[in-house]
C-alpha cells in the first residue's frame, strides 16, 4: 500500500482513537497546531482554484477535518475536567489572546461563534443547496448542448464525452457540497455545546473535587474552555470560508485573487470617485482630513496608475491575429489538415440558417442527435458526427449531402411552406408549387400554411421543411451505411462485443479472420439492409464457418442464413402471406452454370442477351407488384442468391433478394410472379 493511502487511513484511526483514548497534553498541542495548518491549507487551496471541481475531494475531505476537531474537542474536554491542563497551546489561547480577561475571552468566542454559525455557515448551506438543485436542473440542457456542439462538428467524440463527464461530475460534486455544509453547521452548534460542558462542569470539579473556591476554579477553568473553544473555533471559521468560497466559485482563467483584483479595479474612474469621497468625508465631518487623507490618496494614486497602463489597441490585435492566421496557413500542417475528410458533411444555402440556428427555433441539430440514434438502433452501427455548415455557393434555399467527400444527395426546401403528398388522387384545389419528395421520389407539393389544412382534409401527407430534410438524410444514410463501416469502425464494433463476448472474438479475430475480412461481412450485410446490431449471432457464425473458408461472400451468405428469423421479421407480417417472385428452374440453372471460379474469388459470367433478358422480366414483376403498391421481393435457392444480387444490384438495389433458407420454416410464402427466359 502507498504511503499516502497508509497515511490517510491512519489518521482516520487516530481520530477514532482521540474519542475514546486519552491523549497527553503536550501530543494535544501538536494535533491543534496540525489541525489549524490544514484548515489554513484547505482555505488557501479553494482561494487558488480556478474551479470548483479542481478541488472535487472537498466534501469528503471536510467531513474528515470536521472529524477530526471534534475528536480534537472531546480530547481536550477529557484533559481540561481530568487533569485541569489541556496543553499549552489551549493555555495560551486562553491567557495571550483573551489578555487575562475571561469576559473579553467569552466575547470573543461568541462573536467567532455567531459569524460562523449565522453568516458562514447558513449561507454557505443554501448556496449549497440552491447550486445542486440547479445543477441537477442543468444536467439535459447541458448534456443537449454537447450533443449539438457534436452534431455540428465544434468538438469531437472524445471533447463531448470529457464535457458529459464533466456535467456528470459536477451535478455529484455540488450535491456533496450540500450535505458537506451540514457537516459544518453541525460542527458549529457541537462546538457551542462543548463549551458549555466544559465551563459548568468544570467549575463543578474545580470547587468539588480539587477543592478550589469558586473565583479561582471559574477564573482557571474559564480560561481553559475558552482557550479550547478557540483553538476549535479558528480553524473551523477557516473550513467554513473555504466552503464559502468553492460554492460560490464560478469557472474562471485565474484564482480569486487574480479575479478579485482584475475585476475590482477594472475601472479606474471609481477609484477616484471613492478616492475623492473619502477626502470629502474628512473635510466635511469631525473624522479629520489626516484619517481619510491617506486611503483617499492611496485610491486617486491607484486609478491613476491603472488608467496609464496602455489597453491593447483592438486594430493591432486583429491585425496580429491575421498574422498568425497568414503565418499558420502557410505552414505545411495547414496544409495537412486540409487533406481530412469529413464521413459526412451537410451543407445549406443561407437561406436554411435557420434549420440549424437554435436562435431562430431551429432544431436541426436535436434531430440529427435522434437520427443517430435511431440508425444505431436500426442498423447496429455507430454513425460518424454529421458535420453541419452553411456554404455561400449553394442557392438559398438548397442542401446536399456527402458521404466522404462526395455528394450523395441535393434537395430544396421552402422555409415557409409544407410538402404534401398526394394520396394518389390529386385534388386540383390543392393549390401549391409542384416538386419531387427528395427521400423516396413522390410526387408532391411546396403549399402554404392557410392550404395546409385543406390538403390534410383531402388526405395529403403534410409535413413540414425540417421533417422533409431529417427524413432524407436518414434514408441517404441508411442506403448508403456499408460506406461508412471501415475498419477502425469494426474494430470498435469488435472491442465493444469483447467486453461481454471475449471467448467469442477471441475465436474469430485476429485467427481465422482479421479485422478487414469482418469488415467486409459487416458491409455486405448493411449493403442490403440487413442490420447488423445482433453481433453475436454474426460472431458465433464467423467463428464456425471461418476456421473453413474466409470467401467472405460465402460468409455472408452463412451469416444471412442465421440471422433468418431476424430477415424474416424485417418482410414479413404475422397473418399476410408474404408475396414473393421466383425464379424458374431454367433461370436459376443458367445461372448456377454462369459461376465462375478464379483465384480471386467466384463470379457470375452469362451471356449478356440471357442476362438482359432475365433483368427484363425481373423490372416486369417488380412493376406489377409495384402497381399493387406491394414490396417486390425475389425469392431464389441459397445456391445462387448472391449471384443474383450481383446481377441485379445495379439495376434494382432497393429490391431484396433472399434465400429459402433466409426465411423461417412458419413464413407463409405465396409466389405472384416468376422470371423466365
Request: charged share 20%; net charge negative.
Amino acid at each position: 500500500m502507498a504511503v499516502k493511502d497508509l497515511s490517510v487511513l491512519l489518521s482516520v484511526i487516530l481520530i477514532v482513537a482521540m474519542l475514546v483514548i486519552p491523549f497527553p497534553p503536550w501530543l494535544l498541542s501538536i494535533l491543534i497546531i496540525i489541525n489549524m495548518a490544514l484548515a489554513l491549507l484547505v482555505l488557501l487551496t479553494a482561494m487558488n482554484m480556478k474551479e470548483a471541481l479542481e478541488f472535487s475531494i472537498f466534501p469528503s475531505l471536510v467531513l474528515l477535518l470536521t472529524l477530526f476537531r471534534i475528536g480534537l474537542n472531546v480530547s481536550t474536554m477529557r484533559a481540561i475536567l481530568s487533569e485541569g491542563d489541556a496543553g499549552k497551546v489551549v493555555e495560551a489561547f486562553g491567557s495571550f489572546v483573551t489578555g487575562g480577561n475571561v469576559i473579553v475571552g467569552l466575547v470573543v468566542f461568541l462573536i467567532l461563534v455567531i459569524i460562523q454559525f449565522i453568516v458562514i455557515t447558513k449561507g454557505t448551506e443554501r448556496v449549497s443547496e440552491v447550486a445542486a438543485r440547479f445543477t441537477l436542473d442543468a444536467m439535459p440542457g447541458k448534456q443537449m448542448s454537447i450533443d449539438a456542439d457534436l452534431n455540428a462538428g465544434m468538438i469531437s467524440e472524445h471533447d463531448a464525452r470529457d464535457r458529459r463527464e464533466k456535467v456528470s461530475r459536477e451535478a455529484d460534486f455540488y450535491g456533496a457540497m450540500d450535505g458537506a455544509s451540514k457537516f459544518v453547521k453541525g460542527d458549529a452548534i457541537a462546538s457551542i455545546i462543548i463549551t458549555l460542558i466544559n465551563l459548568i462542569v468544570g467549575i463543578i470539579i474545580g470547587m468539588t473535587q480539587l477543592g478550589l473556591p469558586i473565583g479561582e476554579a471559574a477564573m482557571k477553568f474559564s480560561m481553559l474552555t475558552i482557550g479550547d473553544g478557540l483553538v476549535s473555533q479558528i480553524p473551523a471559521l477557516l473550513i467554513s470560508t473555504a466552503t464559502g468560497i468553492v460554492v460560490t466559485r464560478a469557472a474562471s482563467d485565474g484564482n480569486i485573487g487574480s479575479d478579485i483584483t482584475k475585476q475590482l479595479f477594472a475601472y479606474p474612474k471609481m477609484l477616484y470617485i471613492t478616492g475623492i469621497t473619502l477626502i470629502l468625508l474628512g473635510i466635511l465631518s469631525p473624522i479629520g482630513i489626516l484619517l481619510t487623507m491617506p486611503v483617499g490618496g492611496l485610491l486617486i494614486f491607484g486609478g491613476y496608475m491603472i488608467s496609464r497602463t496602455p489597453e491593447p489597441d483592438k486594430e493591432q490585435l486583429q491585425e496580429l491575429e491575421e498574422e498568425v492566421q497568414t503565418d499558420e496557413m502557410k505552414s505545411p500542417e495547414s496544409v495537412v489538415n486540409l487533406l481530412n475528410v469529413d464521413q459526412i458533411e451537410f451543407e445549406f444555402g443561407y437561406g436554411l440558417i435557420p434549420l440549424a440556428d437554435a436562435n431562430q427555433g431551429g432544431d436541426l441539430l436535436d434531430r440529427i442527435v435522434m437520427i443517430r440514434r435511431q440508425l444505431a438502433i436500426e442498423l447496429g452501427l455507430v454513425i460518424p458526427v454529421v458535420r453541419i455548415r452553411d456554404n455561400i455557393q449553394l442557392q438559398p434555399n438548397e442542401y446536399r449531402l456527402k458521404i466522404k467527400g462526395s455528394v450523395l444527395a441535393k434537395g430544396e426546401l421552402l422555409l415557409d411552406h409544407y410538402l404534401a403528398m398526394s394520396p394518389g388522387i390529386e385534388d386540383h384545389s390543392i393549390e401549391g408549387i409542384d416538386t419531387i419528395e427528395p427521400s423516396f421520389g413522390l410526387p408532391a407539393k411546396w403549399i402554404t400554411e392557410a392550404m395546409k389544412e385543406q390538403a390534410e382534409m383531402f388526405g395529403y401527407t403534410v409535413v413540414d421543411p425540417p421533417s422533409v430534410v431529417s427524413t432524407h438524410l436518414t434514408e441517404v444514410i441508411k442506403n448508403n451505411a456499408y460506406e461508412l463501416i471501415g475498419r477502425q469502425e469494426t474494430k470498435q464494433l469488435v472491442d465493444h462485443l469483447q467486453q461481454s463476448y471475449p471467448i467469442l472474438v477471441e475465436e474469430v479475430t485476429p485467427n481465422p479472420l482479421s479485422v478487414g475480412e469482418v469488415q467486409k461481412v459487416l458491409g455486405k450485410l448493411l449493403k442490403e439492409n440487413v442490420s447488423i446490431r445482433n453481433l453475436p449471432i454474426i460472431f458465433e457464425t464467423l467463428a464456425d464457418y471461418g476456421k473453413t473458408t474466409t470467401d467472405t461472400d460465402l460468409l455472408t451468405e452463412y451469416v444471412r442464413q442465421a440471422l433468418a428469423r431476424q430477415i424474416t421479421n424485417q418482410f414479413y407480417d404475422e397473418g399476410e402471406a408474404l408475396k414473393v417472385v421466383t425464379l424458374s428452374g431454367k433461370v436459376e440453372k443458367l445461372i448456377a452454370d454462369g459461376i465462375q471460379q478464379t483465384e480471386h474469388g467466384r463470379f457470375l459470367s452469362i451471356d449478356p442477351t440471357n442476362s438482359q433478358t432475365i433483368l427484363e422480366s425481373i423490372a416486369s414483376q417488380v412493376e406489377q407488384l409495384s402497381m399493387m403498391e406491394q414490396t417486390p421481393i425475389v425469392l431464389c435457392s441459397p445456391a445462387v442468391r448472391m449471384y443474383v444480387r450481383q446481377l441485379t444490384e445495379r439495376y434494382f438495389p432497393q429490391v431484396p433478394i433472399l434465400s429459402y433458407n433466409e426465411l423461417e420454416a412458419n413464413a407463409e410464402v405465396q409466389s405472384v410472379g416468376v422470371v423466365n427466359v
